[in-house]
């Protein structure tokens, strides 16, 4: 396997930014420790595990993988190797440990093309052998299922089944049995070097900075184990990042952002800001003001709507506060599940060149000086179902970094754009507009198309991918 060393954050997000959404990831404190579950480093624990497993089953229907999972998350001893999807949470786990800090660290990056769902049929057979014993299995002969290491998809399934798993970005590889002769046992010495693609090796000098950037965007201890509630002796500052009015003849009208400075934050603190803000604001603007307000972290949280809380104007009490109760989850999720930024532009390009090549020949049908009405019509009819399907297909690709996205943006406001003066010429032309109308709303539709595909060019070159 190949080798990295990597001293800064920079270089280590910039380094990994290839490997998002196409391989996994294990981080460890120790270069020295050895690749294996808890659970083979811990002979009672081994010895146990059928009784461990049968006592936290919900229900004879309960899926063992799935139990598996939730003991893994909660400490106990399991033959599940922590994975996850994201090469920040990994990278945490490779420098949180302090017992550690005197020693290198390394990230695994694990080759997935052999994945498999908790739902597959081997796996639930796997699953159900895990509680039989050794002289069961040898007697049914399916060593080929149980002695199998089984590397396990990040998906809703399994990943999504507890809080932590969520947060982290977590996913497993499970340790089959391994065979010695005739017999079967229960631990496996196999090694996994051979779906090891790189490791990357931070040293114990850059652990400390890249602990702190780390803390910075919110892949800290507290958060990452399911904490949401904190307290702080120090200030809590804000920023205001937006600021709408609307005056009107009755009342004015408020719409305002603003970035608060840590992500461990005392809501109670919070809360005094917030009221402060209103009280600055009736008074400024007036008592019967209508105010609303939003309150994020930073551009991570703003991109996808991830409000720490948000106020709305209410007319029997000025407002109220509404808090997600997800906030974490959903900020931590977002980032885990970004994939790189050459996937998601080979993604969108393929949908752009459909759009452009219909864009294009919308645009030398009406270039001409007396174009023919029926032809454009024509034309539209026998392109409206695959602009559709692509604007469709759109919805379906991951997202990328902040920075990314709007690019991603601008090539979704463009294929919108090229899909609308299609259907929208069509549905007039059904509804039986006249010709003179048809032909100036193509027009009009057609700068739109044109001004967007402009604005995605200049997206393009401003995020240097081409």
């Known amino acids: 396997m190949s080798e990295t060393i990597i001293s800064s954050f920079k270089e280590y997000v910039e380094y990994t930014e290839k490997y ?99 739902k597959d049929k081997e796996v639930l057979l796997f699953g159900e052998y895990l509680l039989k ?21 990040y998906d809703y399934d399994i990943s999504y089944t507890n809080k932590r798993a969520i947060l982290q970005g977590g996913t497993a590889l499970i340790f089959g049995f391994d065979k010695i002769g005739k017999n079967y046992a229960r631990k496996s010495s196999r090694s996994i070097n051979g779906i090891i693609h790189e490791r990357i090796i931070i040293p114990k000098e850059a652990k400390n900075h890249m602990q702190k950037e780390l803390k910075r965007i919110g892949y800290d201890k507290d958060i990452l184990y399911g904490s949401s509630d904190f307290e702080s002796h120090d200030e809590l500052k804000f920023q205001e990042e937006e600021f709408k009015l609307t005056r009107t003849a009755e009342f004015n009208k408020i719409i305002a952002k603003y970035r608060i400075d840590r992500l461990k934050f005392d809501r109670d603190q919070l809360l005094n800001i917030i009221t402060n803000l209103y009280k600055t604001l009736f008074s400024k603007y007036g008592d019967n003001a209508r105010i609303w307000l939003y309150f994020a972290y930073d551009e991570n949280d703003e991109s996808i709507g991830n ?45 752009i060149k459909s759009a452009r090549r219909i864009h294009n020949e919308i645009n030398s049908i009406v270039s001409l000086d007396q174009y023919e009405l029926k032809k454009l019509l024509s034309y539209m009819t026998g392109s409206k ?42 549905y007039y032309a059904e509804r039986g507009e006249n010709e003179k109308f048809l032909r100036y709303w193509a027009e009009t539709k057609l700068k739109d198309c044109n001004k967007s595909y402009d604005e995605l060019l200049n997206e393009f070159s401003r995020v240097n991918l081409g």
């Open 20 to 118: 998002k959404n196409r391989y996994l990831f294990r981080g460890q404190a120790n270069i020295e420790w050895s690749i294996m579950p808890s659970l083979f480093r811990n002979d009672k624990a081994l010895k146990d595990e059928v009784i461990d497993i049968q006592g936290s089953l919900d229900g004879p229907q309960s899926n063992v993988l799935t139990t598996l999972f939730k003991l893994q998350h909660y400490g106990k001893p399991t033959r599940l190797l922590d994975l996850t999807i994201s090469p920040l949470s990994a990278l945490f786990f490779s420098i949180d440990d302090e017992s550690q800090l005197e020693n290198d660290g390394v990230i695994y990056i694990i080759d997935r093309k052999h994945q498999y769902s908790v």
């Open 133 to 153: 014993s050794e002289e069961d299995i040898e007697n049914q002969g399916i060593g080929n299922l149980v002695c199998k290491d089984y590397l396990i998809k």
């Open 307 to 351: 409000w720490i809380c948000r106020t709305q104007w209410n007319a029997d009490v000025k407002y109220k506060i509404i808090w997600s109760t997800d906030y974490y989850t959903r900020r931590l999720s977002n980032m885990n599940e970004q994939i790189s930024q050459n996937e998601l532009i080979y993604e969108f390009q393929g949908k």
């Open 385 to 426: 179902t695959e602009i559709k399907k692509v604007f469709i297909q759109m919805s379906d690709i991951g997202l990328g970094d902040v920075d990314i996205e709007m690019y991603a943006q601008s090539a979704e406001n463009y294929v919108c754009d090229v899909d609308s003066l299609v259907s929208e010429i069509l």
